[in-house]
């Protein structure tokens, strides 16, 4: 199907980073106390998580914006060794297919940062994508091809700027698990919202692995944790990261979609797509 808004949807300005300010995020208990029955596992893995903590992880992604991409690239801190590093390299190739096999139209992305999610997404897509930090969009602007349909704009993911079924699919990439518990299924129902009936839901995660971040950032412990988090400058910053299991992200995505599938690679990454019904 081709790339297509419907009229009420936002109207994005190429490689730029516009649209007004997004809405305060406040907190939600829509299927909350569904959630708790079905993830007890989870949820007592690790202590819940308050929403206004939210604040410290989008000032710690501003912050981060310019190397941000070193992560990804396991270059300077991120660097673990050509053992580690490799099995990184290779996994990330396995997720990259996965993501780039996704070949359906208009591609709303959430989260988006510095934009390496959405240059993977254009290669068969229109991709519609944004994010609440400018720091990163500029990021993302600054890394991307002219010749990628890549579309950008500033929006709160949990207040999408598009109407229902406005677009093809919606994909986000290492954002849910910077999700509260209790707010991703609220989340993951805002995420549906603007795909059409047969669309498809996108996501890909990390797995907890002891090299999966910086040299000096500790990641073991429970699945939902506070993570000390250093910039290159010393500057630090504590987060709350989580950890979402393969059965985690079925119930998630089960709660809007059908036909759900989730792989996961030996370490480092985990991902799943459904059809929105």
Not at 180 to 186: E, I, L, N, S
């Given at each position: 199907?081709?790339?297509?808004?419907?009229?009420?949807?936002?109207?994005?300005?190429?490689?730029?980073?516009?649209?007004?300010?997004?809405?305060?995020?406040?907190?939600?208990?829509?299927?909350?106390?569904?959630?708790?029955?079905?993830?007890?596992?989870?949820?007592?893995?690790?202590?819940?998580?308050?929403?206004?903590i939210?604040?410290?992880?989008?000032?710690?992604?501003?912050?981060?914006?310019?190397?941000?991409?070193?992560?990804?690239?396991?270059?300077?801190?991120?660097?673990?060794?050509?053992?580690?590093?490799?099995?990184?390299?290779?996994?990330?190739?396995?997720?990259?297919?996965?993501?780039?096999?996704?070949?359906?139209?208009?591609?709303?992305?959430?989260?988006?940062?510095?934009?390496?999610?959405?240059?993977?997404?254009?290669?068969?897509?229109?991709?519609?994508?944004?994010?609440?930090?400018?720091?990163?969009?500029?990021?993302?602007?600054?890394?991307?091809?002219?010749?990628?349909?890549?579309?950008r704009?500033?929006?709160?993911?949990?207040?999408?700027?598009?109407?229902?079924?406005?677009?093809?699919?919606?994909?986000?990439?290492?954002?849910?698990?910077?999700?509260?518990?209790?707010?991703?299924?609220?989340?993951?129902?805002?995420?549906?919202?603007?795909?059409?009936?047969?669309?498809?839901?996108?996501?890909?995660?990390?797995?907890?692995?002891?090299?999966?971040?910086?040299?000096?950032?500790?990641?073991?412990?429970?699945?939902?944790?506070?993570?000390?988090?250093?910039?290159?400058?010393?500057?630090?910053?504590?987060?709350?990261?989580?950890?979402?299991?393969?059965?985690?992200?079925?119930?998630?995505?089960?709660?809007?979609?059908r036909?759900?599938?989730?792989?996961?690679?030996?370490?480092?990454?985990?991902?799943?797509?459904?059809?929105?019904?």
């Amino acid at each position: 199907m081709g790339a297509r808004l419907n009229a009420n949807s936002v109207s994005p300005t190429r490689r730029s980073t516009m649209v007004s300010t997004p809405p305060s995020i406040g907190s939600t208990t829509r299927d909350w106390w569904t959630y708790r029955r079905m993830m007890a596992p989870t949820l007592s893995q690790g202590p819940m998580i308050p929403p206004d903590i939210e604040a410290d992880t989008r000032a710690y992604y501003r912050a981060r914006a310019s190397e941000y991409q070193e992560w990804i690239q396991r270059q300077g801190r991120y660097a673990h060794g050509s053992d580690d590093d490799a099995d990184w390299n290779l996994e990330l190739e396995t997720i990259t297919q996965f993501v780039e096999s996704l070949s359906i139209g208009s591609v709303f992305e959430i989260a988006s940062g510095t934009g390496w999610w959405s240059r993977v997404l254009a290669r068969n897509n229109t991709v519609f994508a944004s994010d609440y930090a400018p720091e990163m969009l500029a990021e993302a602007c600054r890394h991307d091809t002219p010749t990628l349909p890549i579309y950008r704009c500033r929006a709160d993911a949990y207040h999408l700027p598009l109407s229902t079924g406005a677009v093809d699919a919606c994909a986000f990439g290492f954002w849910l698990s910077h999700v509260p518990v209790p707010r991703a299924p609220a989340f993951i129902r805002e995420a549906a919202r603007p795909v059409r009936p047969g669309g498809e839901l996108l996501v890909v995660d990390s797995r907890q692995d002891p090299k999966g971040g910086a040299a000096d950032q500790h990641t073991g412990g429970p699945r939902v944790q506070q993570q000390l988090r250093r910039l290159n400058d010393g500057r630090e910053y504590t987060i709350w990261k989580i950890y979402w299991t393969p059965a985690d992200l079925r119930f998630l995505l089960s709660l809007v979609c059908r036909r759900v599938e989730v792989i996961q690679t030996d370490r480092f990454f985990i991902a799943a797509r459904g059809t929105v019904v």
